[in-house]
């Protein structure tokens, strides 16, 4: 650009974007792609920039990626408060079915693929989970070392029925509303055994 005044050609301005912005474009990467799929020079694609204003708020790809499984953490923590099914439990069970049907191939590239990022994501939901159990009627009376038992058993099986969602493997009937009840159904089988099992000292 040609400056009249000053006889001198002026640049253009660079873009600056903002790390959510930069975030944004590596989940969007994710989600289509998978979590390998990010690179710095993608992102920088996706966003039509260069691939400066990348390295000005992130060190390395790593840790974009880092910053990508926060904001499913994040995601999730919002499905979750979105629920209303009447049971904070249930909540939990829901929004993992959602997700899993919104995300397929998110949810693919972090259960089966070997990766850090779910232990990571593990390490930081537990205590969130368990909270929200806590405010859970019919869990009234569970120890936090008991309410991990259960979440544990109850994802072992969410998972199951997540990744199925995720590789399109359940019938074509069966919809969100369908996984939910079998979801619901099979949380009340653990929590009514969990409490047998603490009425007669078993654990």
């Given at each position: 650009?040609?400056?009249?005044?000053?006889?001198?050609?002026?640049?253009?301005?660079?873009k600056k974007f903002t790390?959510?912005?930069?975030?944004?474009?590596?989940?969007?990467?994710?989600?289509?792609?998978?979590?390998?799929?990010?690179?710095?020079?993608?992102?920088?694609?996706?966003?039509?920039?260069?691939?400066?204003?990348?390295?000005?708020?992130?060190?390395?790809?790593?840790?974009?990626?880092?910053?990508?499984?926060?904001?499913?953490?994040?995601?999730?923590?919002?499905?979750?408060?979105?629920?209303?099914?009447?049971?904070?439990?249930?909540?939990?069970?829901?929004?993992?079915?959602?997700?899993?049907?919104?995300?397929?191939?998110?949810?693919?590239?972090?259960?089966?693929?070997?990766?850090?990022?779910?232990?990571?994501?593990?390490?930081?939901?537990?205590?969130?989970?368990?909270?929200?159990?806590?405010?859970?009627?019919?869990?009234?009376?569970?120890?936090?070392?008991?309410?991990?038992?259960?979440?544990?058993k109850m994802r072992a099986f969410q998972m199951?029925?997540?990744?199925?969602?995720?590789?399109?493997?359940?019938?074509?009937?069966?919809?969100?509303?369908?996984?939910?009840?079998?979801?619901?159904?099979?949380?009340?089988?653990?929590?009514?055994?969990?409490?047998?099992?603490?009425?007669?000292?078993?654990?």
């Amino acid at each position: 650009m040609w400056d009249e005044k000053e006889g001198t050609v002026c640049m253009p301005p660079k873009k600056k974007f903002t790390e959510e912005q930069i975030i944004d474009a590596a989940f969007q990467i994710a989600t289509t792609e998978g979590m390998d799929s990010i690179t710095i020079r993608k992102v920088a694609e996706q966003l039509g920039s260069s691939i400066a204003p990348i390295y000005v708020n992130f060190t390395d790809v790593e840790e974009l990626k880092r910053a990508v499984v926060q904001k499913v953490k994040q995601l999730s923590q919002q499905l979750i408060e979105a629920e209303n099914t009447g049971s904070p439990f249930g909540d939990i069970g829901a929004a993992s079915l959602r997700f899993a049907k919104e995300y397929p191939v998110l949810v693919r590239d972090l259960v089966l693929k070997p990766n850090d990022y779910l232990q990571n994501y593990d390490q930081d939901m537990g205590g969130i989970l368990v909270d929200h159990m806590r405010q859970d009627a019919d869990l009234a009376g569970f120890t936090e070392e008991e309410l991990k038992t259960i979440l544990f058993k109850m994802r072992a099986f969410q998972m199951g029925l997540t990744l199925m969602a995720a590789n399109g493997l359940l019938p074509e009937e069966f919809d969100l509303q369908a996984m939910n009840e079998i979801s619901n159904s099979a949380a009340q089988d653990v929590v009514m055994a969990a409490r047998l099992r603490k009425q007669n000292g078993l654990d």
